[in-house]
């Protein structure tokens, strides 16, 4: 099979033309393909001439290597369609390795393992995603927080209300096994040739509940409710864990094989396993808040003349700037038709995030802007001193925000001139618990606020208007990732062996896709059973 890439095609192409162009720079007749794909599809807005570019799968009548080498063309090159080759299992104990949480990480780790016939036991201490859909509603409505069922705890992980978007920026080939797996289960078919693919949450619920039915099928057990709370350690090795329900009753497992996949907010466990000695260190994390703007004043300024295009989905941003003497600054998860939602998980607290359905049809588009936080930032030499930041930021916004789960909020005019903001301007804010307009700079840190405000008049010049004084910005944004990273070795174990980190949670990953493919590599290693 020939990949042939960078293929540019006008917004009102057919599959037809697609295949011709490609045949074209093949140098051969379209007669002489005999199947054709899209791999891959993106839009290019850089200029006025907004197009279309694609990466083409090709079968050819004839010696497809000869033809390569003749045409000697970099965009040009072989491959092999890509399957997924499941690990052999070596495991000799009895008994059934543990995956605490089922968010991206531990999802796909349960379901490699029962594929492979070891009926892992999974426990997650939220609810199943119904009735944690439920709750966090009743938490935007009502202002009441269930502290172990909301956007950080619950079936499919924080990941489940966002915009589920799959970009990564990692080239691990398991990448096309976990898109492969997800249209399996329910996503959108057009994930997989998509440069920049999401789901949207309103499909990711289907898609979290059809793999764990698959994983339930196959002899799996998933405790919704239940907390893993402790670790039963000997001679330097996993024996068994401890796990409480929503009840209280704690139980003792035995197991030789722990997948801690639990998260970038469960404080609680990460400070368990460091009382028991496990190897960690601090690490970077983000800091910001999140801007509204328009959508369509968003897909004006991206797409120019060619907005309003049918072909044209809602558009999006991406940006990164290093500011003069400041550090660098750069948008993430931007939610284009989306909405800023109240994503906390601990009472008296204020954590923001963006989420989008898969139509992204709502009337304001949402970025992160952050700041790199680094460890001499962090207020002591511990290793959980990372956790206490984020939590001083997120008890001052609660407070700022007036104690009901309100958050602060600036518009970037008053932002850039460091006034507080009294009142909403043009651009209505989509935060899920409502705003108090004030002045963000109070809650978050000094560093980050002069980065944020060079950023914005820098971005200004790359989307013109980005920096308008009516956007909003609510804060804070402060779980990007996690701010400790759990060591682990070659065989993907910590010190005390049998004890796989896996995720955002474990430092290893930074998003779904990447959290995803960190649980099936830690799942494959649980299977070759090293130690």
């Given at each position: 099979?020939?990949?042939?890439?960078?293929?540019?095609?006008?917004?009102?192409?057919?599959?037809?033309?697609?295949?011709?162009?490609?045949?074209?720079?093949?140098?051969?007749?379209?007669?002489?393909?005999?199947?054709?794909?899209?791999?891959?599809?993106?839009?290019?807005?850089?200029?006025?001439?907004?197009?279309?570019?694609?990466?083409?799968?090709?079968?050819?009548?004839?010696?497809?290597?000869?033809?390569?080498?003749?045409?000697?063309?970099?965009?040009?090159?072989?491959?092999?369609?890509?399957?997924?080759?499941?690990?052999?299992?070596?495991?000799?104990?009895?008994?059934?390795?543990?995956?605490?949480?089922?968010?991206?990480?531990?999802?796909?780790?349960?379901?490699?393992?029962?594929?492979?016939?070891?009926?892992?036991?999974?426990?997650?201490?939220?609810?199943?995603?119904?009735?944690?859909?439920?709750?966090?509603?009743?938490?935007?409505?009502?202002?009441?927080?269930?502290?172990?069922?909301?956007?950080?705890?619950?079936?499919?992980?924080?990941?489940?209300?966002?915009?589920?978007?799959?970009?990564?920026?990692?080239?691990?080939?398991?990448?096309?096994?976990?898109?492969?797996?997800?249209?399996?289960?329910?996503?959108?078919?057009?994930?997989l040739v998509n440069a920049k693919p999401h789901i949207g949450t309103d499909n990711l619920k289907n898609v979290v509940k059809n793999?764990?039915?698959?994983?339930?099928?196959?002899?799996?057990?998933?405790?919704?409710?239940?907390?893993?709370?402790?670790?039963?350690?000997?001679?330097?090795?996993?024996?068994?864990?401890?796990?409480?329900?929503?009840?209280?009753?704690?139980?003792?497992?035995?197991?030789?094989?722990?997948?801690?996949?639990?998260?970038?907010?469960?404080?609680?466990?990460?400070?368990?396993?460091?009382?028991?000695?496990?190897?960690?260190?601090?690490?970077?994390?983000?800091?910001?808040?999140?801007?509204?703007?328009?959508?369509?004043?968003?897909?004006?300024?991206?797409?120019?003349?060619?907005?309003?295009?049918?072909?044209?989905?809602?558009?999006?941003?991406?940006?990164?700037?290093?500011?003069?003497?400041?550090?660098?600054?750069?948008?993430?998860?931007?939610?284009?038709?989306?909405?800023?939602?109240?994503?906390?998980?601990?009472?008296?607290?204020?954590?923001?995030?963006?989420?989008?359905?898969?139509?992204?049809?709502?009337?304001?588009?949402?970025?992160?802007?952050?700041?790199?936080?680094?460890?001499?930032?962090?207020?002591?030499?511990?290793?959980?001193?990372?956790?206490?930041?984020?939590?001083?930021?997120?008890?001052?916004?609660?407070?700022?925000?007036?104690?009901?789960?309100?958050?602060?909020?600036?518009?970037?005019?008053?932002?850039?001139?460091?006034?507080?903001?009294?009142?909403?301007?043009?651009?209505?804010?989509?935060?899920?618990?409502?705003?108090?307009?004030?002045?963000?700079?109070?809650?978050?840190?000094?560093?980050?606020?002069?980065?944020?405000?060079?950023?914005?008049?820098?971005?200004?010049?790359?989307?013109?208007?980005?920096?308008?004084?009516?956007?909003?910005?609510?804060?804070?944004?402060?779980?990007?990732?996690?701010?400790?990273?759990?060591?682990?070795?070659?065989?993907?174990?910590?010190?005390?062996?049998?004890?796989f980190p896996s995720g955002e949670g474990a430092g290893y990953a930074g998003g779904i896709v990447s959290a995803a493919v960190d649980?099936?590599?830690?799942?494959?290693?649980?299977?070759?059973?090293?130690?």
């Amino acid at each position: 099979m020939l990949r042939v890439s960078e293929v540019k095609m006008s917004l009102d192409s057919t599959f037809p033309e697609l295949v011709e162009k490609t045949a074209k720079v093949l140098k051969i007749s379209k007669e002489n393909i005999l199947k054709a794909e899209i791999y891959r599809r993106s839009v290019d807005c850089r200029s006025d001439d907004v197009h279309f570019v694609y990466t083409v799968d090709v079968t050819v009548d004839g010696d497809e290597e000869k033809l390569k080498n003749k045409l000697n063309n970099p965009k040009i090159t072989t491959c092999e369609k890509y399957v997924y080759a499941m690990p052999q299992n070596k495991r000799k104990n009895k008994y059934p390795p543990i995956v605490a949480g089922f968010g991206p990480a531990g999802m796909f780790a349960a379901l490699i393992l029962a594929r492979s016939g070891c009926e892992p036991i999974v426990v997650e201490r939220g609810t199943d995603i119904d009735t944690r859909t439920g709750d966090v509603l009743n938490f935007w409505k009502n202002r009441v927080l269930n502290v172990s069922s909301n956007i950080q705890y619950g079936e499919g992980g924080a990941g489940t209300f966002s915009d589920g978007k799959l970009t990564t920026g990692i080239k691990d080939s398991r990448c096309r096994f976990i898109f492969e797996e997800f249209v399996k289960h329910g996503a959108p078919e057009d994930i997989l040739v998509n440069a920049k693919p999401h789901i949207g949450t309103d499909n990711l619920k289907n898609v979290v509940k059809n793999i764990r039915e698959e994983i339930l099928s196959l002899g799996g057990k998933i405790f919704f409710e239940t907390a893993l709370t402790d670790v039963i350690v000997a001679n330097g090795y996993i024996q068994g864990v401890t796990v409480t329900d929503k009840n209280g009753r704690k139980t003792d497992i035995e197991t030789d094989a722990l997948i801690v996949s639990i998260g970038h907010s469960a404080r609680d466990t990460v400070e368990m396993l460091h009382s028991h000695g496990i190897n960690m260190m601090r690490k970077p994390f983000s800091v910001g808040a999140r801007i509204e703007h328009p959508q369509e004043f968003i897909n004006e300024r991206q797409y120019g003349k060619f907005n309003g295009h049918p072909a044209l989905k809602p558009a999006d941003y991406k940006m990164a700037c290093h500011p003069p003497h400041g550090r660098g600054a750069y948008t993430f998860c931007m939610c284009p038709g989306g909405t800023v939602v109240c994503a906390s998980s601990a009472e008296g607290e204020i954590v923001t995030n963006g989420m989008s359905e898969y139509a992204r049809d709502k009337e304001n588009a949402n970025a992160a802007i952050l700041v790199g936080i680094d460890p001499e930032d962090f207020p002591d030499g511990s290793v959980m001193s990372g956790f206490d930041l984020q939590q001083q930021i997120e008890r001052k916004a609660f407070e700022m925000g007036g104690g009901d789960y309100s958050a602060p909020a600036t518009l970037v005019g008053d932002f850039l001139e460091g006034r507080t903001s009294t009142k909403i301007g043009s651009v209505r804010p989509s935060f899920t618990t409502g705003v108090n307009m004030s002045d963000i700079s109070k809650c978050l840190p000094k560093k980050v606020t002069d980065t944020m405000r060079d950023a914005l008049r820098q971005m200004d010049r790359k989307i013109n208007g980005f920096a308008m004084k009516d956007a909003v910005l609510t804060a804070p944004e402060t779980r990007s990732s996690s701010p400790v990273r759990i060591l682990r070795d070659e065989f993907l174990q910590t010190n005390i062996r049998g004890v796989f980190p896996s995720g955002e949670g474990a430092g290893y990953a930074g998003g779904i896709v990447s959290a995803a493919v960190d649980g099936v590599k830690c799942a494959e290693a649980v299977l070759a059973d090293e130690s």
